[in-house]
């Protein structure tokens, strides 16, 4: 079992930056792949960046350039730092992991860039 638990997400003008932080109940070392999710209302729950253990990275083509991800293990962390936000950005962002057999999802944070 692994418990996720995001926080940072909230109100933002176009062009701001956001962190947000993603906390896991188990030590994150030991997992291979976490990543970013995110939901718009009325849109397909998407991937929008992943890391592996060995710290390769992978973004949507949406945010590359905008988005970095990266993961503390030392304090089974995994973070997204977004600058350059657009109203399109405009989400409830879940943590992911895969545990063989299994997939965690966190609570979801909501992120809302206003123009």
């Known amino acids: 079992q692994v418990q996720l638990v995001e926080s940072g997400g909230g109100l933002v003008q176009v062009g701001g930056s956001l962190g947000l932080s993603c906390a896991a109940s188990?030590?994150?070392?030991?997992?291979?792949?976490m990543g970013w999710y995110r939901q718009a209302p009325g849109k397909q729950r998407e991937m929008v960046a992943t890391?592996?253990?060995?710290?390769?990275?992978n973004y949507v083509d949406s945010v590359k350039g905008r988005f970095t991800i990266s993961r503390d293990n030392a304090k089974s962390t995994v973070y997204l730092q977004m600058s350059s936000l657009k109203p399109e950005d405009t989400a409830v962002y879940y943590c992911?992991?895969?545990?063989?057999?299994?997939?965690?999802w966190g609570q979801g944070t909501q992120v809302t860039v206003s123009s």
């Open positions: 890391i592996t253990r060995s710290g390769s990275t």
């Open positions: 992911y992991t895969y545990v063989y057999p299994n997939h965690y």
């Open positions: 188990r030590r994150t070392g030991s997992i291979n792949t």
